[in-house]
């Protein structure tokens, strides 16, 4: 049934209340927990917090007056921090108006230099494996808060940092679809005869499909990476120092190619 040009009027919604419905959903907030994963000095007092949320994925904001001495919460958007944060949509950057601790995995790394150096390593990565803002990362986010509380562990169920790290990072590969293959030939499938490890080929390879230049780790190295991989502790642990160095030189170069980019923490973690 055709309208008269007065019931299509009536239909219309009025310009100032649409206006101001706009300006309001623009203003909403949204609240979210995530790991602060660095942060970057704004002006004189403010500060721009990245981190990484459990719905929002990787997330920029600015938090305002952090900086000044009586700020109410800057302590609280420290990297390492697990935080419970209220956020409000900006034009560029959106706003952080509430920050709640939830636990800061930071402080039993702060002591420890070799703990710290892996940690940053990690907060790092994970920024590297979320590429893009507001993009949902939530497997990332949750091997992130579980490699922090890993490193952190003290006494007898304390692990070696680096063997955590190199743990962490082959697992944010699996979960970026780049798992290296470790129990067959990555070109053609043949898993009687593995006899070298190539990065541009995705792992372990046969001895006919080994390329030039190709490295050549030992079966326990090997081994090792697969229980990482797999999170066997049991057996890491096991592994010796000699092992667990070249594991280290592997998974960090294979990483490396796989961002194309490098990972500058890494420059600093001690090897195991």
């Not at 962490?168 to 067959?184: D, F, M, N, Q, T």
Request: with cysteine.
């Amino acid at each position: 049934m055709l309208m008269t040009p007065g019931q299509r009027r009536r239909l219309q919604p009025d310009p100032i209340v649409f206006a101001r419905m706009l300006e309001n959903r623009s203003v909403l907030g949204y609240r979210d927990d995530g790991v602060v994963l660095r942060t970057q000095k704004l002006g004189e007092a403010d500060r721009i917090v990245t981190l990484l949320c459990r719905r929002s994925g990787r997330v920029r904001a600015v938090a305002k007056g952090v900086r000044r001495t009586k700020s109410r919460f800057g302590a609280r958007l420290e990297p390492f921090t697990h935080v419970d944060v209220m956020l409000h949509p900006g034009r560029s950057l959106d706003v952080i108006t509430q920050a709640e601790v939830i636990r800061p995995y930071g402080a039993p790394l702060a002591e420890d230099y070799p703990r710290y150096t892996a940690g940053t390593a990690m907060l790092e990565t994970a920024e590297r494996f979320t590429p893009v803002e507001k993009e949902p990362a939530l497997r990332q986010f949750l091997l992130l808060i579980g490699g922090l509380r890993t490193l952190g562990e003290t006494g007898e169920e304390a692990r070696e940092p680096r063997l955590v790290l190199d743990a962490y990072l082959l697992r944010s590969l699996a979960v970026a679809g780049y798992a290296p293959s470790l129990e067959e030939c990555a070109r053609c499938g043949d898993a009687t005869r593995l006899a070298a490890f190539a990065i541009a080929a995705g792992g372990m390879v046969c001895g006919s499909c080994r390329p030039p230049g190709a490295a050549s780790p030992s079966l326990q190295t090997v081994a090792l990476m697969l229980a990482l991989l797999r999170g066997d502790w049991d057996s890491a642990m096991r592994s010796e120092r000699r092992h667990r160095v070249e594991c280290s030189g592997l998974v960090a170069a294979y990483l490396q190619w796989h961002l194309e980019h490098s990972i500058r923490s890494l420059r600093h973690v001690e090897r195991a």
